[in-house]
Every structure is written in C-alpha cells, then in structure tokens.
Nanobody, 121 residues
Framework: QLQASGGGLVQAGGSLRLSCAAS?????????MGWFRQAPGKERTFVAA????????FLADSVKGRFTISRDNAKNTMYLQMNSLKHEDTAVYYC???????????????WGQGTKVTVSS
C-alpha cells in the first residue's frame, strides 16, 4: 500500500513537502517510485520518479529546478519537495510504484490515494 500525505493550501512562491509511505508488497518489490498529478479537468501527468535502489531521479520539465524527489529507504518513504510553487501546480498528487525498471513515466503497478495541493495566486 502507498499512503500519500502533505498536501494543502499554499500561496504562490511557497513550498510544500509531500510524503508517500510504502508498506506491504510495495516495499520489497518496487524498482521505481513516482509522483503524478491531476489538475481539475485534465489528465494525470508525470511529475517525478526515483529509482528505489540507486536513487537516480527523473523530473518533468515543468518542475525541474523547483521540485526535488528523494527517498528514505529505512523509512520506506518517498518525498517530493516542492518549492517556488505556481498556481498551475494546483492538482491532486498521487504516488505510485512499479515493480520493474523502465520508463519512469508509465506502467506503474501500485497507486496511492491522492493528496490535494492548492496554490493560490
């Protein structure tokens, strides 16, 4: 299971840190973990991903330089540090895990519930 948390209301230019706690099968079989987001009326899109074993990261162009993805293997938790937030970052953010390595933007096996981020302009 994946449990996302940390969303909330923040002013433009502010920061938030999202967390995703993994438990059960996701802690032992995941090669990649990632964050996706879905803005109102839009499709879900890739935000960031991290290789659980090696720690290498992948970021969507829209968040490079502002967002950082990290993980704490001991706590089985992934984080998304979001700085310099913009109104267009408003969305429900989902964490996900995939069992096999590969393209970080697709084919995830497990999904958590979303956590809502609202950025006021």
């Amino acid at each position: 299971q994946l449990q996302a948390s940390g969303g909330g209301l923040v002013q433009a230019g502010g920061s938030l840190r999202l967390s995703c706690a993994a438990s059960g099968q996701t802690t032992f079989s995941s090669a990649l973990m990632g964050w996706f987001r879905q803005a109102p009326g839009k499709e879900r899109t890739f935000v960031a991903a991290i290789n659980w074993r090696f720690g290498n990261t992948f970021l969507a162009d829209s968040v490079k330089g502002r967002f950082t993805i990290s993980r704490d293997n001991a706590k089985n938790t992934m984080y998304l540090q979001m700085n310099s937030l913009k109104h267009e970052d408003t969305a429900v953010y989902y964490c996900a895990a995939r069992k096999m390595p590969g393209l970080p933007t697709q084919d995830y096996d497990y999904w958590g519930q979303g956590t809502k981020v609202t950025v006021s302009s």
